[in-house]
C-alpha cells in the first residue's frame, strides 16, 4: 500500500505551484497532497517581520492553487489543504469554497488552551 506523499508550503510565487501542476500533468508523478498555509499562518513565536511580510494570504494561495491545477487538468489527481489562522467555521467554509478540500484548523483549539 503507498503512502501518501505532502508538501506544505507559504505561497510566494504563483510559478511555484504551476510547475508542480505541470509535473504532475507531463510526467504523473507530484505529491499526493499540498497543504498550503496562508501568510496569515504560523507560530506565535515567529518574528513579525516574517509574517507581516511573507507569503501571499491563504485566500489568495488557495485560489492560485486551485487555478494551476485545473488549468493544467490534473485538479482531480491531488488534495488541497486549507491552513494557516483558520479559526472559525465560516474560515474554513470559505477556505473549502475557494478550492480546499479539507482544512487544518490548530490555533482555535490553541486559544481554548491559553497557549497563544
Known sequence: MPVPI????????ERFVDGLARTLAE????????????AEGGTGTAPL????HM??????????????Y????????????GAGRVITGAEAAYALA?????????RGFLFSICCI
Request: charged share 25%; glycine share 16%.
Open 6 to 13: 505532502g508538501v506544505k508550503i507559504v505561497l510566494g510565487d
Open 27 to 38: 510526467e504523473g508523478r507530484g505529491p499526493d497532497y499540498l497543504s498550503v498555509d496562508g
Open 49 to 52: 517581520s516574517l509574517t507581516d
Open 55 to 68: 507569503g501571499v494570504p491563504l485566500h489568495d494561495a488557495l485560489v492560485a492553487v486551485d487555478d494551476a
Open 70 to 81: 485545473r488549468r493544467w487538468g490534473v485538479r482531480d489527481r491531488i488534495t488541497i489543504i
Open 98 to 106: 475557494l478550492g480546499a478540500d479539507l482544512v487544518n484548523i490548530g
